[in-house]
């Protein structure tokens, strides 16, 4: 959470009394804002750029939440949309269809590797994760193999907050408050490899899957859910071969394998989708955030031939939906967005650059405090660390002194938006506008570097 230490110069007060007395921010301490320490409020964005009611110009290194993958301002978005507005504002995809629709569902389904052809919308992430757990459970129910509803995910992952989504996320503290969870969420060990063994075998983690579900019982497992490279612990990239085992490991045991890209599709590691880049076929993909560069919420699940088949026939149904999915304005909004992308070979431009950003990222290996710097395409993390020899990371209260008691509220008034995390091991995530150059890359390199050396200095 980003806050400012006192009140800069003038701006609408008013902004600030209303917000702190009606609007409730997401995942936020709300009991860190107060007179003396504002909310951040954004109020303009252009490119890779975002501007405060102060009027301070900051680089949106995360790209609004990994999610304003085109960068901020494009008209033609907006144009799209108010044309859609003009034409047709809404109906519903409950038994009917709209021509954005289809076309939008037509065109993902030509951007998909293999046989990924069936196109389901939703309103969100969450909700995308949410609809391929129900279907997971579903399409084996209708194979007559109702007792397979387990779901196999990794520790520190995170996916989603619905309950059904937070049953597959492996971050502790985001369930507990809500427990008793949706049944059937099981754990494995992650990728995260900087703290391995150095003699461990590098598809450790994969055979944890098996081992798992053979543990639970093949049975009762009715999916693996997992990102290409995982968020949560600081953009955490697989191991070579790591997908292609898990491939013949759900196939061994007539497991589905659900790819959640509802941040790594549209182009943050390269590649319209992440499974792209790692060479293994999913039977479902979750997508959101940048289908539309978060110009409108939208999101999709995406689904094999095979997996949908049942429910293409007779009287079956899959008894799911939601209001608003395939909206309208949205579609267009997507379709849209799709067209900048393929314009600007914005997914090239990731693949041209990533090695530049990281070369910057990789420099600040040079400060005591950085112990790893991870992830793929423009989806980029360092992790902090109290002795790079040992790797031995922050107690609790000093990854809270060091996180929220300096680096978030610093890095923001030195003008970068970006993201310091504790879920797992304390780090700093990058995920800035696939727009982004040279010149970005330099100014996140400046700020951190300065703001790094800092922290190092007060703790």
């Known amino acids: 959470m980003a806050t400012t ?88 995809n409950w038994s009917y269809a709209h021509p954005r629709a289809i076309e939008l569902a037509t065109k993902i389904a030509s951007l998909t590797p293999g046989d990924l052809n069936r196109v389901f919308f939703t309103s969100g992430g969450s909700e995308a994760v949410e ?8 399409y084996h129910r209708v194979h007559g193999k109702g007792q397979k509803h387990k779901l196999v995910a990794r520790e520190v992952a995170y996916h989603g907050t619905s309950l059904g989504a937070l049953a597959v996320t492996g971050l502790t503290a985001l369930k507990t408050p809500f427990e008793p969870h949706t049944p059937g969420g099981v754990h494995v060990p992650n990728t995260n490899s900087y703290h391995w063994p150095d003699d461990r075998d590098p598809l450790w983690a994969a055979e944890e899957i098996e081992r798992r579900i053979e543990f639970e019982g093949p049975e009762t497992v009715a999916a693996v859910v997992l990102e290409p490279v995982q968020n949560a612990g600081g953009c955490i990239p697989p191991q ?105 070979d914005l997914c090239g431009h990731v693949l041209r650059k990533e090695a530049e ?28 660390v109290k002795d790079k020899d040992t790797k031995a990371g922050f107690s609790d209260e000093e990854s809270e002194r060091l996180l929220r008691g300096f680096l978030s509220g610093e890095l923001y008034r030195r003008g970068l938006i970006c993201r310091a995390d504790d879920r797992g091991d304390p780090v700093v995530q990058f995920s800035p506008p696939l727009i982004c150059d040279t010149e970005q890359f330099q100014e996140i390199g400046e700020i951190m570097h300065s703001v790094l050396s800092e922290a190092w200095e007060k703790i």
């Open 5 to 92: 230490s006192a009140r800069p110069a003038a701006a609408d007060s008013s902004l600030q009394e209303q917000a702190l007395r009606h609007l409730w921010l997401h995942f936020t301490r709300m009991g860190g804002y107060d007179s003396e320490h504002e909310v951040p409020i954004i109020v303009r964005g252009e490119g890779p750029y975002v501007w405060d009611e102060h009027g301070n110009r900051l680089l949106d290194g995360l790209s609004g939440l990994f999610c304003v993958n085109a960068g901020h301002g494009r008209a033609e978005i907006g144009d799209a949309m108010a044309a859609q507005v003009r034409e047709l504002d809404f109906t519903t």
């Open 131 to 138: 609809s391929a757990i129900k279907l997971a459970r579903n």
């Open 240 to 344: 070579e071969g790591y997908f292609q085992r898990v491939r013949e490991i759900c196939d061994a045991h007539d497991v589905l394998l659900i790819s959640d890209e509802v941040i790594c599709a549209w182009g943050r590691l390269g590649h319209w989708f992440g499974c792209e880049r790692y060479g293994y076929q999913p039977d479902i993909v979750t997508s959101a955030k940048a289908l539309t560069s978060a110009y409108i919420p939208m999101g999709a699940m995406i689904v094999s031939d095979e997996v949908a088949a049942p429910f293409m026939e007779g009287t079956e149904m899959f008894a799911h939906g939601f209001t608003f999915a395939g909206h309208p304005v949205a579609a267009a909004a997507a379709l849209a967005n799709i067209e900048v992308f393929e314009r600007e």
């Open 357 to 384: 950003f990281r070369g910057v990222l990789d420099g600040l290996r040079e400060l005591p405090i950085v112990g790893d710097v991870r992830g793929a395409g423009f989806f980029q993390a360092v992790e902090l």
